[in-house]
């Protein structure tokens, strides 16, 4: 696997880069949005990172930034606990980069690159409609093949939910994990999502998991 600072280097040479002033927006960088924006970097005259935090608690990742323009924000994070009625618990984390506003009248950028559909999506497109000369692009982990994949699954009566395993776990999506061999379902001690994105069918295939 390649390194992010490597990432950098298979990219366009800087005579070759878009005259265009970018900034990204996002609440940490892991590993393979690292090397992603390495390549932008090289691609855009300027290219910048917005933090709202350096790493969040439960990712077990080094930073690794290589040599990307990075600044983490002036912001407050707020701790959710998810717990489920199988007996786990699961820390979501919500980021408040409250400095938005004011760093994007700092950097002046033409484009504005926004992960997923949060806050910091929500100040983007209070500072674009203040100043219509910038652009702001939306990204998130969706796809039209997915979203396709779900609508012929709609119209084939294709249905995934599990109302027994709901029952079991607390919550739809998911799968109570257990040995066939010796346990039912509902003596699962603990439960998986069917999908990568919890309520979203066809993001990724249905994981199932047999006790060997």
Request: charged share 25%; glycine share 4%.
């Amino acid at each position: 696997m390649i390194s992010c600072s490597a990432a950098r280097q298979l990219a366009l040479p800087r005579s070759d880069a878009i005259d265009a002033k970018v900034v990204a927006l996002t609440n940490f960088i892991g590993p393979h949005h690292c090397k992603q924006m390495a390549a932008w970097s090289q691609r855009v005259r300027d290219f910048s990172v917005l933090l709202s935090t350096p790493m969040e608690p439960n990712r077990d990742w080094q930073l690794e930034w290589g040599k990307l323009n990075v600044e983490v924000q002036k912001s407050f994070m707020v701790t959710r606990t998810w717990r489920h009625q199988a007996g786990f618990a699961e820390d979501n984390y919500v980021h408040i980069p409250w400095d938005t506003i004011a760093q994007l009248k700092r950097i002046k950028p033409d484009v504005i690159l926004a992960y997923e559909m949060g806050i910091r999506t929500l100040l983007s497109t209070f500072y674009r409609a203040r100043h219509p000369e910038c652009r702001v692009v939306l990204i998130a982990n969706i796809s039209e093949k997915t979203e396709e994949c779900r609508g012929k699954l709609r119209e084939a009566g294709v249905e995934y939910r599990d109302d027994s395993f709901r029952e079991i776990c607390g919550a739809p999506w998911m799968a109570p994990l257990y040995d066939p061999s010796r346990q039912a379902p509902g003596e699962a001690r603990a439960c998986i999502d069917q999908f990568e994105f919890p309520g979203f069918p066809c993001a990724y295939p249905v994981v199932w998991v047999r006790a060997r």
